[in-house]
């Protein structure tokens, strides 16, 4: 690819459903999804509400389901990548409700093509939208109303390496580094939050897969997609 229009928009901002959307969460939401995949997860299903969460929990009780902040009742766990790696998760489906980044990908259910994304799968996102060759791409950006740093920078990154495969990463690293929510996770402001979650959301291209999220029957279902073709 020569070229990509590449849109950076907030949820509040979409008001129409994009072709093509990468929803981006560095800090926590789509981290820990891959760390499901990575412990064994199926799939995921992403919420719209925790009355849903625990309304398919209840359905499917071998389901394992998440969400942001502290332990709850009816919970399992919580949306915290450093508390999530210590959870085997072999061939479970996981039901993951946060604050903004399964908001977004609800946002852009519509789409023919809705990506997943964080700094740990950037280049396997960027493999597959290389690959699709859309000429077309709305980035969302999930966390503080489209305003998060963190979220914006790794937009920004997979954008950039979609058409410069030798993009470095350090620039964007350290803006995520230096983010609102990065010191509010280092700072325990925020509750359910292991001490390694923010060096664990830093860790680019961790994993080898992007994550696809696809309608199924009436539930958004992420599941991990191996790019195709081999790393450049």
Same mark, same amino acid.
């Given at each position: 690819?020569?070229?990509?229009?590449?849109?950076?928009?907030?949820? $509040?901002?979409?008001?129409?459903?994009?072709?093509?959307?990468?929803?981006?969460?560095?800090?926590?939401?789509?981290?820990?999804?891959?760390?499901?995949?990575?412990?064994?997860?199926? /799939?995921?299903?992403?919420?719209?509400?925790?009355?849903?969460?625990?309304?398919?929990?209840?359905?499917?009780?071998?389901?394992?389901?998440?969400?942001?902040?502290?332990?709850?009742?009816?919970?399992? $766990?919580?949306?915290?990548?450093?508390?999530?790696?210590?959870?085997?998760?072999?061939?479970?489906?996981?039901?993951? /409700?946060?604050?903004?980044? @399964?908001?977004?990908?609800? &946002?852009? /259910?519509?789409?023919?093509?809705?990506?997943? $994304? *964080?700094?740990?799968?950037?280049?396997?996102? &960027?493999?597959?939208?290389?690959?699709?060759?859309?000429?077309?791409?709305?980035?969302?950006? @999930?966390? %503080?109303?489209?305003? &998060? %740093?963190?979220?914006?920078?790794? $937009?920004?990154?997979?954008?950039?390496?979609? @058409?410069?495969?030798? @993009?470095?990463?350090?620039?964007?690293?350290?803006?995520?580094?230096?983010?609102?929510?990065?010191?509010?996770?280092?700072?325990?402001?925020?509750?359910?939050?292991?001490?390694?979650?923010?060096?664990?959301?830093?860790?680019?291209?961790?994993?080898?897969?992007?994550?696809?999220?696809?309608?199924?029957?009436?539930?958004?279902?992420?599941?991990? *997609?191996?790019?195709? *073709?081999?790393?450049?």
């Amino acid at each position: 690819m020569i070229g990509m229009d590449a849109r950076f928009l907030g949820i $509040a901002e979409l008001v129409e459903v994009p072709p093509v959307a990468v929803v981006v969460d560095v800090m926590r939401a789509f981290t820990v999804a891959a760390w499901a995949f990575a412990q064994g997860a199926e /799939k995921i299903v992403l919420a719209e509400s925790l009355d849903e969460a625990l309304a398919l929990k209840a359905r499917h009780p071998d389901w394992l389901a998440l969400k942001d902040g502290p332990p709850a009742p009816g919970f399992d $766990a919580v949306n915290s990548p450093g508390l999530l790696r210590s959870i085997d998760l072999g061939g479970r489906t996981v039901v993951q /409700k946060t604050t903004a980044g @399964t908001v977004g990908a609800l &946002a852009v /259910k519509e789409a023919s093509l809705v990506l997943c $994304a *964080s700094f740990v799968v950037a280049e396997a996102t &960027a493999q597959l939208l290389r690959a699709r060759g859309s000429d077309g791409v709305t980035f969302v950006v @999930t966390g %503080e109303e489209g305003r &998060a %740093e963190e979220d914006l920078a790794c $937009a920004q990154y997979i954008a950039r390496r979609v @058409t410069e495969a030798g @993009t470095e990463a350090a620039g964007f690293l350290r803006r995520a580094a230096e983010s609102r929510a990065a010191v509010e996770l280092a700072e325990g402001v925020r509750q359910g939050v292991h001490p390694d979650d923010v060096a664990l959301c830093l860790e680019v291209d961790r994993f080898p897969f992007a994550m696809v999220a696809a309608l199924e029957s009436s539930l958004m279902v992420l599941r991990p *997609s191996a790019p195709p *073709s081999g790393r450049r």
